[in-house]
């Protein structure tokens, strides 16, 4: 909200008023975000119930740094919670977009 991550079950709908609020639905464009292309291409999802939570939060963490280490990408989706992937593909696909949105910056 406003350009901060909040937890979407912590927000009354009227604290939302007036304010900017990104959905996944709101990363769509002509192609995959550099984000949704690494959860495919890396298999981090299964059941997808998480996914939303993790992509918006793992945007967060991208958006305010482009390079993370593996523990600052597991610090910045350790507020949602996953039961079928042990994390490990959820990693890989981050990494895979910061890889990705880096080679688009400097191209």
């Known amino acids: 909200m406003d350009g ?5 079950c ?4 009227v604290q939302a008023n007036g ?3 990104t959905t996944i639905e709101g990363m769509e464009g002509e192609a ?4 949704q292309e690494g959860f495919m291409e890396e298999h981090g999802l299964q059941c ?4 939303p939570g ?3 939060s793992s945007k967060h963490l991208l958006d305010n740094n482009p390079d993370p280490t593996e523990e600052e990408i597991r610090w910045g989706i350790s507020g949602n919670l996953c039961r ?3 994390y490990q593909n959820i990693v890989k696909a981050v990494q895979y ?6 080679e688009t910056s400097t191209e």
């Open 32 to 35: 995959l975000h550099p984000l």
């Open 84 to 86: 079928c992937t042990g």
């Open 10 to 13: 912590t927000v009354f709908a």
């Open 54 to 56: 993790m992509i918006m």
């Open 97 to 102: 977009a910061s890889n990705k949105l880096q």
């Open 4 to 8: 901060t991550a909040v937890k979407s």
């Open 19 to 21: 304010r900017e609020v």
């Open 48 to 51: 997808g119930f998480c996914t």
